[in-house]
C-alpha cells in the first residue's frame, strides 16, 4: 500500500510531467470528488487559500479539520469566528512596515549573538520581499 503522504491529504497530490521533469500538484477538484466542497461556488480568493491550506495539511500546523472549514466556506454564513492557518509563499513588505520587521531581526540576531548564541539562526519561516520605493537616497548614479 502506498504512504498516504505520497497522495497529500485526501488524496489530493498528484504529479504532472513538465519540460523540466515532474512537478507536485494538489487537486482542489478531489475535494470536491469527496463531496467536502462545490469548487463553482467558492469565489477565486477562497480558493487560493483552500489550495494553500491543502498544500500545507501535515496534521499538525495545519490539519485536515482546517481543510474541511474552508472547504465548507459559505457566504451566507459570514465570519464564524473560525481561524485557519495562513501560509503564504512570499511575503511583500513596503518601506514602512518593511523596514521596522528588518530592524526586528536585526535586533534579535545582536541578542542571539550577545547570548552567546548563533545568530543565523534567527531568519523568517516564509521568505519576505522589502520594497523601498522612496526612502533611500542616491548621492551617485552611473559611477
Not at 491550506?53 to 479539520?65: P, Y
Not at 464564524?80 to 540576531?109: E, H, N, S, Y
Amino acid at each position: 500500500m502506498a504512504d498516504k503522504n505520497q497522495f497529500g491529504a485526501f488524496g489530493a497530490r498528484a504529479e504532472i510531467d513538465t519540460s523540466l521533469g515532474k512537478l507536485g500538484i494538489y487537486r482542489l477538484r478531489r475535494l470536491e470528488e469527496l463531496g467536502l466542497t462545490q469548487l463553482e461556488r467558492l469565489p477565486y480568493s477562497i480558493r487560493v487559500l483552500l489550495e494553500s491550506v491543502l498544500r500545507h495539511c501535515d496534521g499538525f500546523a495545519v490539519t485536515e479539520d482546517d481543510v474541511r472549514g474552508l472547504a465548507g466556506w459559505a457566504a451566507a454564513r459570514g465570519r464564524d469566528g473560525k481561524d485557519f492557518p495562513f501560509r503564504p509563499a512570499r511575503v511583500l513588505l513596503q518601506d514602512f512596515t518593511g523596514v521596522p520587521a528588518i530592524v526586528d531581526l536585526a535586533a534579535m540576531r545582536s541578542a542571539v549573538a550577545r547570548l552567546g548564541g548563533d545568530p543565523k539562526r534567527i531568519n523568517p519561516l516564509i521568505p519576505a520581499d522589502l520594497v523601498i520605493d522612496h526612502s533611500v537616497q542616491v548621492d551617485f548614479f552611473g559611477d
